[in-house]
């Protein structure tokens, strides 16, 4: 009987040991497939942040400070900022060569620091011109649309147009019609192609698209005005997480 006990106390401990092990070792693997989700995805913005970028949609440089997480920074003509992240609260606040930023009507900041809401991203592009500089603003949303493809969107910043957007040649085309002041956004298969941006029939310089692989965001603007319009072209891409100061 004693000999019966002690074999079951053995057992008992055995079958203890095992468990501890395969909880450590869960505990393990849970670890490292966490780590493997940061790795591939890396640290992500608050859940109620917006987002907000500027366009350079002028003919030269300038300097701009975004509020949020993006550092100030020159812009060269055509080049875009990344997205800065706002967290809750905080106004889309642009400054343009140390100024606040001022919209076409000469008010002041209204462009700029309208409110937003959370999962909301502007972009602002800005033109020059006697008077000073003036922006342009469109809102969408920060979202993807399609993880098994690429998303591409589109932006609409010349007045007057209704623009268009397809493959060169003759090609396919991608945006049917892309009101002014307005964006579109869709899914598409992960290929590179060269498109071009149509006023009605007046079309723009060619824009090869880069590659693109499932989940990249790329984004698609139409500045210049109906009687020249100008196809240019970013990756989405955010400034976070913020950098060290």
């Known amino acids: 009987m004693k000999r019966?006990?002690?074999?079951?106390?053995?057992?008992?401990?055995?079958?203890?040991?095992?468990?501890?092990?395969?909880a450590l070792l869960s505990a393990g693997v849970a670890y490292a497939a966490a780590d493997d989700v940061a790795?591939?995805?890396?640290?992500?913005?608050p859940a109620n942040?917006?987002?907000?970028?500027?366009?350079?949609?002028?003919?030269?440089?300038v300097r701009v400070a975004l509020a949020g997480s993006e550092a100030p920074q020159t812009l060269a003509p055509g080049a875009v900022t990344r997205f800065s992240v706002l967290t809750e609260g905080t106004p889309p606040r642009v400054t343009v060569d140390g100024k606040a930023l001022a919209d076409a009507a000469g008010s002041a900041n209204a462009t700029a620091n309208a409110a937003t809401r959370a999962g909301d991203a502007v972009t602002v592009a800005l033109r020059h011109d006697a008077k000073g500089w003036h922006a342009t603003r469109i809102v969408g949303?920060?979202?993807?649309?399609?993880?098994?493809?690429?998303?591409?969107?589109?932006?609409?910043?010349?007045?007057?147009?209704?623009?268009?957007?397809?493959?060169?040649?003759?090609?396919p085309t991608?945006?049917?019609?892309?009101?002014?002041?307005?964006?579109?956004?869709?899914?598409?298969?992960?290929?590179s192609a060269k498109l071009v941006g149509q006023c009605g029939a007046v079309a723009s310089a060619v824009l090869p698209l880069p590659a693109l692989a499932a989940g990249d965001s790329y984004s698609l603007f139409v500045t210049g005005d109906a009687a020249k319009p100008v196809l240019s072209g970013a990756r989405d891409a955010l400034a976070w997480p913020p950098a060290a100061n």
Do not use: H, W
């Not at 019966?4 to 395969?22: I, P, Q, Y």
């Not at 399609?146 to 060169?168: E, H, M, Q, W, Y």
């Open 141 to 171: 949303r920060y979202e993807r649309v399609d993880g098994l493809k690429a998303t591409l969107r589109a932006f609409n910043f010349a007045p007057g147009c209704s623009a268009k957007i397809g493959v060169d040649g003759n090609g």
């Open 49 to 61: 942040a917006s987002y907000l970028r500027v366009l350079n949609a002028s003919s030269q440089a």
């Open 4 to 22: 019966d006990r002690l074999g079951k106390s053995k057992v008992a401990a055995v079958m203890a040991a095992a468990v501890a092990s395969a």
């Open 39 to 45: 790795g591939l995805y890396g640290p992500q913005p």
């Open 174 to 191: 991608v945006f049917a019609q892309v009101a002014a002041g307005a964006q579109d956004t869709r899914a598409i298969n992960p290929v």
